[in-house]
Nanobody, 120 residues
Framework: QVQLVESGGGLAQAGGSLRLSCAVS????????MGWYRQAPEKQRELVAT???????NYADSVKGRFTISTDNDKNTVYLQMSSLKPEDTAVYYC??????????????WGRGTQITVSS
């Protein structure tokens, strides 16, 4: 069974850094794209950053220049390096993956989420 396993959440001070990791657990055929979304209290879930199989990245305007998404294809893992953190970055961060579990089947998966809290 395919799952996304997140790690790296926690507390940080404004201006600090954190790194999130998300590994695909289970056997898959291929990866289309992976990314990170976040949801702050009483707000809708929003895109933070994505990266596709070609290495093309996309960032929310609010994190451009501060966050960097990357992958280790050998480990089926996506990372989110977060720098210059702001209190408004506080949210639950969710890993997202668009995968082919088999060659003929494509599906989107979500991680359980990891809390990031940035204090001022």
């Amino acid at each position: 069974q395919v799952q996304l396993v997140e790690s790296g959440g926690g507390l940080a001070q404004a201006g600090g850094s954190l790194r999130l990791s998300c590994a695909v657990s289970g056997k898959i055929f291929s990866t289309q794209a992976m990314g990170w979304y976040r949801q702050a209290p009483e707000k809708q879930r929003e895109l933070v950053a994505t990266i596709n199989s070609g290495g093309i990245t996309n960032y929310a305007d609010s994190v451009k220049g501060r966050f960097t998404i990357s992958t280790d294809n050998d480990k089926n893992t996506v990372y989110l390096q977060m720098s210059s953190l702001k209190p408004e970055d506080t949210a639950v961060y969710y890993c997202n993956a668009d995968l082919n579990p088999q060659s003929y089947y494509r599906r989107t998966y979500w991680g359980r989420g990891t809390q990031i809290t940035v204090s001022s």
